[in-house]
């Protein structure tokens, strides 16, 4: 059948509307909004010790204290987070979280008001399974100095792009940039946080999900981790450290009832513990171990750093025992992970089981070890 050339014309035409409006269809499904969300409505959840709605500093504000409030039906991946923020310069930690699963799983960024102008100003930190990271993570691109302005609003902008991020507080160029993010890239909600301490006062929440936004600061490569850090560990089931107690040799008893969970270190060589298992009642210990496969008898060094506390046993035998926690070397010491001890290990030819018993009160459950000389040596796993 002929078909008239003006009726094929206008079937063209249609097939090129079709397109077009498909396109643009498409288009505005992919383009999102900033979404101002005042504290006062049904969509906020909230759990902390204190929070209320109220004016400060002439504006309707929300005022929090001991947990955080988030937005139940955010869903944001990448994108811009900002608010105001008002706080006093005592001891505190206030800021913002994303990403967040629930309660004991989330990224968040805050400041300390009482280390204003020093390099540990703020804080970037993952939260795994309960437990924050800040002493596993420290320096540069986790906090950076800034100077704040008490008891009137500043600015906060945080952007997140996949495995980064940056912070501007009152600024046009970022004060921090986050190299390395810690949680897995995944949507979840967004919100605000005040710790224990002094309270934060918020206002002019707004959020905006995009997909990878371009970052202005230049991320800053992290350092390798050293040559010959163990990179993989075998992770036991956390049990009470106080069965530990001076246990000077390990019986099977002591292994009885664990399972074990082999966990990658990250880049820096650290091993986040957390990962497996957060923290319970009765449950605040776990061993990492290794084998290590020798080819005779002789003595090989270990350096490690651990957090917050270690006993040390090699082949069942107690070898060390001491404390990197907060403030347990003096008022100062905030008890960030670091190579700080060495250990001279007398293997025996074939197999040897080193087990470290590490112990976690708060701010990071983290393991690092290095055997640098691995002549004669083989590490399992």
């Given at each position: 059948?002929?078909?008239?050339?003006?009726?094929?014309?206008?079937?063209?035409?249609?097939?090129?509307?079709?397109?077009?409006?498909?396109a643009?269809?498409?288009?505005?499904?992919?383009?999102?909004?900033?979404?101002?969300?005042?504290?006062?409505?049904?969509?906020?959840?909230?759990?902390?010790?204190?929070?209320?709605?109220?004016?400060?500093?002439?504006?309707?504000?929300?005022?929090l204290?001991?947990?955080?409030?988030?937005?139940?039906?955010?869903?944001?991946?990448?994108?811009?987070i900002e608010?105001?923020?008002?706080?006093?310069?005592?001891?505190?930690?206030?800021?913002?979280?994303?990403?967040?699963?629930?309660?004991?799983n989330?990224?968040?960024?805050?400041?300390?008001?009482?280390?204003?102008?020093k390099?540990?100003?703020?804080?970037?930190?993952?939260?795994?399974?309960?437990?924050?990271?800040?002493?596993?993570?420290?320096?540069?691109?986790?906090?950076?100095?800034?100077?704040?302005?008490?008891?009137?609003?500043?600015?906060?902008?945080?952007?997140?792009?996949?495995?980064?991020?940056?912070?501007?507080?009152?600024?046009?160029?970022?004060?921090?940039?986050?190299?390395?993010?810690?949680?897995?890239?995944?949507?979840?909600?967004?919100?605000?946080?005040?710790?224990?301490?002094?309270?934060?006062?918020?206002?002019?929440?707004?959020?905006?999900?995009?997909?990878?936004?371009?970052?202005?600061?230049?991320?800053?490569?992290?350092?390798?981790?050293?040559?010959?850090t163990?990179?993989?560990?075998s992770?036991?089931?956390a049990f009470d450290?106080?069965?530990?107690?001076?246990?000077?040799?390990?019986?099977?008893?002591?292994?009885?009832?664990?399972?074990?969970?082999?966990?990658?270190?990250e880049?820096?060589?650290?091993?986040?513990?957390?990962?497996?298992?957060?923290?319970?009642?009765?449950?605040?210990?776990?061993?990492?171990?290794?084998?290590?496969?020798?080819?005779?008898?002789?003595?090989?060094?270990?350096?490690f750093?651990?957090?917050?506390?270690?006993?040390?046993?090699?082949?069942?035998?107690?070898?060390?025992g001491?404390s990197?926690?907060?403030?347990?070397?003096?008022?100062?010491?905030?008890g960030?992970?670091?190579?700080?001890d060495?250990?001279?290990?007398?293997?025996?030819?074939?197999?040897?089981?080193?087990?470290?018993?590490?112990?976690?009160?708060?701010?990071?459950?983290?393991?690092?070890?290095?055997?640098?000389?691995?002549?004669?040596?083989?590490?399992?796993?």
């Amino acid at each position: 059948m002929n078909v008239p050339t003006y009726l094929l014309f206008a079937m063209k035409q249609l097939r090129v509307c079709a397109a077009a409006l498909v396109a643009a269809l498409s288009l505005c499904a992919s383009v999102s909004y900033t979404q101002i969300v005042p504290f006062d409505t049904d969509r906020w959840e909230m759990n902390a010790n204190e929070a209320r709605v109220e004016d400060y500093l002439g504006r309707q504000s929300l005022t929090l204290r001991g947990g955080a409030a988030w937005i139940k039906d955010s869903d944001f991946t990448d994108g811009v987070i900002e608010f105001d923020i008002a706080f006093s310069g005592e001891r505190g930690f206030m800021g913002g979280i994303w990403r967040m699963q629930d309660q004991r799983n989330y990224e968040e960024f805050y400041m300390r008001p009482h280390q204003f102008g020093k390099p540990d100003a703020n804080q970037y930190t993952p939260v795994i399974n309960g437990v924050s990271g800040w002493q596993l993570y420290h320096g540069a691109g986790y906090s950076a100095p800034v100077v704040y302005s008490f008891d009137q609003w500043m600015h906060v902008k945080i952007v997140v792009s996949g495995s980064q991020g940056e912070v501007y507080i009152d600024s046009e160029e970022p004060v921090l940039v986050m190299h390395a993010l810690k949680r897995a890239i995944e949507p979840g909600k967004v919100g605000v946080s005040a710790g224990n301490f002094a309270t934060a006062h918020f206002s002019n929440f707004s959020y905006q999900a995009m997909d990878r936004p371009a970052l202005n600061g230049q991320p800053q490569e992290p350092s390798p981790a050293p040559a010959g850090t163990v990179m993989t560990w075998s992770v036991s089931s956390a049990f009470d450290e106080a069965s530990l107690a001076d246990k000077a040799e390990l019986t099977a008893a002591d292994q009885q009832g664990l399972t074990w969970t082999t966990l990658a270190a990250e880049a820096s060589g650290i091993t986040n513990l957390a990962r497996v298992q957060g923290l319970g009642q009765g449950e605040n210990t776990a061993f990492a171990r290794i084998t290590i496969q020798s080819e005779r008898a002789q003595v090989k060094t270990v350096r490690f750093g651990y957090s917050d506390r270690v006993k040390v046993y090699l082949n069942g035998r107690l070898l060390y025992g001491g404390s990197n926690g907060y403030q347990s070397r003096d008022f100062r010491y905030l008890g960030t992970i670091g190579l700080f001890d060495a250990l001279y290990l007398p293997l025996k030819q074939g197999a040897n089981e080193l087990w470290f018993a590490v112990s976690e009160s708060f701010g990071g459950w983290g393991i690092l070890g290095v055997m640098a000389d691995r002549q004669g040596l083989t590490l399992d796993p």
